[in-house]
């Protein structure tokens, strides 16, 4: 089912503009990830989608080729995983996740058959007649999602559904979710606001920032190509390279680096894997602090500007640190970019 958003926007009683007028559009199976700050919109956007909360600007809401802007919550078919798990605490797993299927009125046979084969996918078999109480965070997690894609939705919307569990389970069940989403063929919206998680789980990543979707694109599109200094400090950590301009090559403190083509009012930014400790590097910088972080180290630089540089640098050893190193920023590695999207019309 595809989902298709026209000019959808909302502004609360208090003046609050929480999602500007947005356009997106979601293909079928595809999973697209909203990813923001906190109070960017994520979830409003999303309540809207589902039917709880209504757009004020206009506009459309379509699944597939139905219009559903006027549609109340229950006739949407929409799944919602939330942060918090809401199972109903005084049934069992399987009766949690049989529990839209009741609500569809599916006879006994085949509601029995979809519970098993959701229970399966989802691997919670072993735990079917427990009680949800007596379920581990990441189990009951499981059930809730379960619960969600066992009435077939027609889109699943799933808020911040990993925040609540520990990282190294967080990360497991991040990828049996994207696998499970993809062989359902799901068409799917998953807010978050950790890059990592969006960059692994989504087609597509739609970074927002204070109501509006700044940047759209895949997951590479996005780290390689962001459109703005916003994007690029989200995804990813990106760096000013501060200096003055004289045409296409910046000077900084202690030497000139080439920057790429670009209009007035773009800043060059450049990311930590891009600055390469090399003897023939045009530039020079002190070695204040060096992390190892197993398959590189961390090393932070300083005397290119007033801010600290890091880069990564692989191999056996990192320089030391008080050493003055010398760096290559090669042009291709310089992202030019304006402020936000707003800035730069
Ligand atoms: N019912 C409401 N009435 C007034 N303002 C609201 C209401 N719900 C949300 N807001 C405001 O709208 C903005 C967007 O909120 P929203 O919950 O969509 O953000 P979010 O991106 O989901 O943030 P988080 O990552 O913290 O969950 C915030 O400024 C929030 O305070
Ligand atoms: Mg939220």
Redesign the pocket.
Known sequence: MTLTLTNIG?T???G????RPTDLSVAEGEIVS?L????????????MIAGL?NPDAGGQIRFGDSDVTSQPVERRQVGMVFQSYALFPNMSLRANVGYGLKMQKLPRAELDARVEEVLALCRLEPYAERAVTALSGGQRQRVALARAIAPRPRVLLL??PLSALDASLRDALRDELAELLRRFNITAIF?T?DQTEALAIADRVAV?QA?RIEQIGAPELLYRQPASRFVAEFVGDAMALEGRREGTSLQMRNGAVALPDAGAGHLPYVRAENIQISHTGPVSARVEAVTFLGTHYRVALSGLGDNMLYCTHQGDSAPRVGSEVRLAIPTAGIMMLPRSQESAR
């Open positions: 909302k609360f009683a208090d609050t503009r929480a999602v909203l923001g700050p906190s109070g960017c919109g994520k979830t409003t956007l999303l309540r909360e808020d911040e807010v606001h927002m109501g």
